[in-house]
């Protein structure tokens, strides 16, 4: 095997997570045949092929498949030493971050405060963005980091080329008009509570199916089917929709209730949101991005 060109590695992995020379040549701003030369010039190299024909298109053979995924490493590793130039100097840059609502107010806003006083040459750009967007934007490196989401019922998958450290995790319960009368046999079953709310209309989420991935979950546990009519991004948007009385809808349990409206816990199973500091492979170790992941984890401490 002659020595392999690293330069070449990026469209391999690009083709592994896409599986189209088109979809590649966009994403890299080239054209196909350049993106077909390159993953054929790194097939010489390895001495071995690459790519196989499958149809009208080509899909990774095996030996393909366990390049790209140690091309993942050699490239996170490659970008590791590039960004870590001076892990003993003053961390300095313009860090990048995307994250939810709640989660800037929480963890990012504390973490500026601090930075300006610890380390004022770090400075942060601030995003509101839900999970999936937020994790496009990494993978496109428009961000550094992404603080995201999901719910233990409802859990998101992750690209190979992301890692996600865990921050916090709240309880959410069912926000219904403070003036309904409670569930028959005061239950907090999850199921139960759903079903007794089964003919009401129910409020989702209009960024991310999350939400309405959890509820028809507990409804199907329940045997009962849900109408989701109404859809909300913002959880102050939830609570005007229920005191209207246009619906009901899951709100987390460790915010203030707003008068009208009463949370009903939620348990067997419970629903806990789950929220993540999420960084591409390789990036954490710039020294900039390390000392915001490192502020952010230390809020945990406040909000638990």
Avoid: C, K
Wanted: glycine fraction near 6%; proline fraction near 8%.
């Amino acid at each position: 095997m002659s020595s392999v060109d690293t330069r070449r590695l990026p469209y391999l992995v690009e083709f592994a997570r896409h599986g189209s020379m088109r979809v590649v040549a966009e994403t890299m701003g080239t054209s196909t045949s350049v993106v077909s030369q390159q993953i054929a010039a790194l097939a010489r190299e390895v001495a071995t092929p690459l790519v196989e024909p499958d149809g009208r298109r080509s899909r990774l053979t095996p030996a393909g498949r366990r390049l790209a995924e140690h091309a993942r490493t050699i490239l996170a590793d490659v970008e590791t030493a590039r960004r870590d130039l001076d892990p003993d100097g003053e961390p300095r840059g313009v860090v990048r971050v995307a994250g939810f609502a709640t989660a800037v107010r929480r963890a990012v806003l504390p973490t500026v405060a601090a930075l300006a006083v610890r380390h004022p040459h770090v400075r942060l750009t601030v995003r509101e963005y839900e999970p999936a967007e937020a994790h496009a934007m990494l993978l496109a490196d428009q961000i550094d980091l992404a603080l995201t989401y999901d719910y233990d019922l409802a859990p998101a998958t992750l690209d190979p080329d992301l890692t996600a450290a865990p921050l916090w995790s709240t309880a959410w319960g069912l926000a219904v008009p403070a003036s309904d009368d409670p569930p028959s046999g005061g239950s907090s079953a999850a199921p139960a509570v759903v079903a007794a709310y089964a003919d009401h209309d129910w409020i989702g989420n209009s960024r991310n199916p999350a939400d309405e991935r959890v509820l028809r979950l507990l409804a199907s546990m329940a045997g009962t089917r849900l109408h989701v009519t109404h859809e909300a991004d913002s959880l102050d948007l939830v609570d005007e929709l229920v005191l209207a009385g246009l619906g009901v809808g899951l709100l987390p349990t460790d915010r203030p209730v707003r008068p009208g409206i009463r949370v009903l816990p939620l348990t067997g199973p419970g629903v806990h949101l789950r929220a993540y500091a999420v960084t591409r492979r390789g990036r954490a170790a710039w020294p900039a991005l390390t000392v915001v992941l490192e502020r952010i984890a230390a809020t945990r401490h406040t909000i638990d």
